[in-house]
């Protein structure tokens, strides 16, 4: 059974850049499937942020076009978000999940953005 | 974008009562070659992510209990769950996945009266 695990800084200071990383476990990352990152504000909806695909094609919110990054390391099975120049409004929960409908998501990681 | 609109913001039913929540995309998320909906229910609690219940607007994904049905078809769609319980209290959201970015309803919050 496919698990997903984020990980990296919980805090990150205004205009630097958030990265987080994706590890997959139980299956290849290599596998047909679209990676994704998904992000949630305190207490607010869910807004897609992006996704790849293990080929290292990738399609982006256009809201975060200009900021955001995913990449995907095939030998590390693990998949990863930066996100640059960030602000408040970044603040949210990051998850992680598999494919274009999501049937497999991380616990999620608490990204907050201050000085 | 697409946009995905969801009715109620809230609802309060009782246990053992049906529980129907709407979703409506601002354009058709059925894509004619293959005649599927592109569109997922999810339900989530407090502190957890997002647990998908239906995909392709009326499959149930393995696991999930046969109380919860989705239909529609189009930009109308319909959660359902025949009878409450008191583990369905909730927040659940739809999410079309036919184009990105993909995008997600506001949310509607169940409860029990």
């Known amino acids: 059974q496919v698990q997903l695990q984020e990980s990296g800084p919980g805090l990150v200071k205004p205009s630097g850049t958030l990265s987080l990383t994706c590890a997959v476990s139980?299956?290849?990352?290599?596998?047909?499937?679209?990676w994704t990152w998904v992000r949630q504000p305190p207490g607010k909806g869910l807004e897609w942020v992006g996704e790849i695909y293990h080929s290292g094609s990738t399609n982006y919110n256009p809201s975060l076009q200009s900021r955001v990054t995913i990449s995907v390391d095939i030998s590390k099975n693990q998949f990863s978000l930066t996100l640059t120049s960030v602000t408040a409004a970044d603040t949210a929960v990051y998850y992680c999940?598999?494919?274009?409908?999501?049937?497999?998501w991380g616990q999620g990681t608490l990204v907050t953005v201050s000085s | 974008d697409i946009v995905m609109t969801q009715s109620p913001d809230s609802l309060a039913v009782s246990l053992g009562e049906r529980a129907t929540i709407n979703c409506k995309s601002s354009q058709s998320v059925l894509y004619s070659s293959n005649n599927k909906n592109y569109l997922a229910w999810y339900q989530q609690k407090p502190g957890q992510p997002p647990k998908l219940l239906i995909y392709?607007?009326?499959t149930r994904e393995s696991g999930v209990p046969d109380r919860f049905s989705g239909s529609g078809s189009g930009t109308d769609f319909t959660l359902t769950i025949s009878s409450l319980q008191a583990e369905d209290v909730s927040l659940y959201y739809c999410?079309?996945?036919?184009?990105?970015?993909?995008?997600f309803g506001q949310g509607t919050k169940l409860e029990i009266k």
């Open positions: 999940a598999r494919g274009n409908y999501f049937d497999c």
């Open positions: 139980g299956g290849s990352i290599s596998n047909t499937n679209w």
């Open positions: 999410q079309q996945y036919y184009t990105t970015p993909y995008t």
């Open positions: 392709w607007a009326s």
